[in-house]
């Protein structure tokens, strides 16, 4: 299974991006997809989760800004950021609980990391 992120970029104070990660592999079921980030001299830390067939989860500190979502048919979950702030700047890696096939347990995966940075 690989995960595949994308759509980070450089953008201004209160502007917008949208992240996406789409897996692809020998896919039976995904459990839950997350993203995280990890911010310089920083842990990594969850962002947001949205498991499948129970509410969203986030962060306290992008609540109401970020928005999670999936689309279970290509296997793809996006993060659209609105209100960005410079303490938002990081690294934002998605990672996914995958079952490959129907006859195996669920794995945790992570995809490559997308830069995202907001400064004027």
């Known amino acids: 299974v690989q995960l595949q992120a994308s759509g980070g970029g450089l953008v201004q104070p209160g502007g917008s991006l949208r992240l996406s990660c789409a897996a692809s592999g020998r896919i039976f079921r995904i459990n839950v997809m997350r993203w995280y980030r990890q911010a310089p001299g920083q842990q990594r830390e969850l962002v947001a989760a949205a498991p499948t067939g129970v509410s969203t989860i986030y962060a306290d500190s992008v609540k109401g800004r970020f928005t999670i979502s999936r689309d279970n048919a290509k296997n793809t979950v996006y993060l659209q950021m609105s209100s960005l702030k410079p303490e938002d700047t990081a690294v934002y890696y998605c990672?996914?609980?995958?079952?490959?096939?129907?006859?195996?347990?669920?794995?945790?995966?992570w995809g490559q990391g997308t830069q995202v940075t907001v400064s004027s």
């Open positions: 990672n996914a609980d995958v079952r490959p096939t129907p006859a195996t347990s669920s794995s945790n995966y």
